[in-house]
């Protein structure tokens, strides 16, 4: 592939550039801001996760440390959000915001009654509900203790998949970007091989085709 000029060359030049410690920090802001500010109401905070084990991997810093960043956040971002819901939950639920999601509030409270501390753990991989969760666990009877076990727990198993999965990722961009110069090449000479045998089939087929008789004189 000598010669031929990556594209994303200028992408990876940027992304090694970076600071480690801004991705760490972007990754812990992001998943701390998803429930304590609801922001993943509007925006799934694991983009950030997996784009954080993309950058582990192709980038600086390392996926242990982007777990512990993803981790810190996610899990300090809930227990705002869990501390919110027990000081003014219902105000945030009586908001016009939150009017306009009332059935999935709803889903995510029948679900809580159903599975108890449980469904601190297992609704973390729905976005929606992972921002729903702590606030209404703050306003329920579980206690702060039983909060913070169960959503430790699953805050940690979180992070680590889903950066890894972005880590793995990153291993299959890394390889993607040695060849994806040669896509462009590729279809080209597909299309003029599709070009060149519709020629020849349709020279094919005239030769084949029986000679139109010829016309009698009147």
């Known amino acids: 592939m000598a010669g031929i000029q990556n594209p994303l060359s200028g992408f990876n030049d940027f992304v090694l550039g970076?600071?480690?410690?801004?991705?760490?920090?972007?990754?812990?802001?992001?998943?701390?801001?998803?429930?304590?500010?609801?922001?993943?109401?509007?925006?799934?905070?694991?983009?950030?996760?997996?784009?954080?084990?993309?950058?582990?991997?192709?980038?600086?810093?390392?996926?242990?440390?982007?777990?512990?960043?993803?981790?810190?956040?996610?899990?300090?971002?809930?227990?705002?959000?869990f501390l919110l819901g027990r000081a003014v939950g219902d105000r945030v639920l009586r908001s016009t915001f939150a009017q306009r999601r009332a059935e999935r509030i709803e889903a995510a409270r029948k679900f809580m009654d159903d599975k108890g501390v449980w469904a601190i753990f297992l609704l973390r991989w729905t976005a929606f509900f992972r921002s729903a969760v702590p606030l209404l666990a703050g306003m329920s009877r579980i206690s702060l203790a039983r909060f913070l076990l169960y959503n430790a727990a699953g805050a940690l198993v979180w992070a680590a998949v889903l950066a890894t999965a972005g880590y793995l990722a990153g291993l299959s961009y890394a390889y993607v970007t040695d060849w994806i110069t040669l896509l462009p090449l590729a279809v080209v000479a597909v299309m003029i091989a599709v070009v060149c045998l519709r020629l020849r089939a349709s020279r094919a087929k005239r030769r084949a085709e029986p000679p139109a008789p010829a016309r009698q004189p009147n």
């Not at 600071?19 to 609801?38: H, N």
């Open 18 to 81: 970076l600071d480690a410690a801004y991705g760490y920090l972007c990754v812990g802001l992001m998943t701390f801001a998803e429930s304590a500010v609801l922001v993943g109401f509007l925006l799934p905070g694991e983009v950030s996760v997996v784009l954080g084990g993309v950058l582990a991997q192709i980038g600086p810093g390392s996926l242990p440390l982007m777990i512990a960043a993803a981790f810190t956040g996610s899990f300090t971002g809930d227990t705002f959000g």
